[in-house]
């Protein structure tokens, strides 16, 4: 049974950090392209950032510079560290594996960034 879980996110002042991580069982993260994806309210779910099996990274223009997408292979889990945190960076984030033509979601984690 293939199962992501993530975890870390939270209530957050802007400017602020968070690090998330979604740990997978049943699979084998680096032969998987994992990603990050968020969804806000009213809005639709959005690519925040992805690790290839290669190790390359993509991330949405939106937290490139911000945020860091990278993965611990010995863990099995994979992670995102969120700084400079703004109030339009708060949404439900999930965990998405992705090899060939099957894809694994989380159940995904809130993050609320307020003063």
């Known amino acids: 049974q293939v199962q992501l879980v993530e975890s870390g996110g939270g209530l957050v002042q802007p400017e602020g950090s968070l690090r998330l991580s979604c740990v997978v069982s049943g699979i084998t993260v680096s032969i998987y392209a994992m990603g990050w994806y968020r969804q806000a309210p009213g809005k639709q779910r959005e690519l925040v950032a992805v690790?290839?099996?290669?190790?390359?990274?993509n991330y949405a223009d939106s937290v490139k510079g911000r945020f860091s997408i990278s993965r611990d292979n010995a863990k099995n889990t994979l992670w995102l560290q969120m700084n400079s945190l703004k109030l339009e960076d708060t949404a439900v984030y999930y965990c998405?594996?992705?090899?060939?033509?099957?894809?694994?979601w989380g159940q995904g984690t809130q993050v609320t960034v307020s003063s």
């Open positions: 998405k594996a992705t090899r060939v033509f099957t894809t694994y």
């Open positions: 690790i290839r099996s290669d190790g390359s990274t």
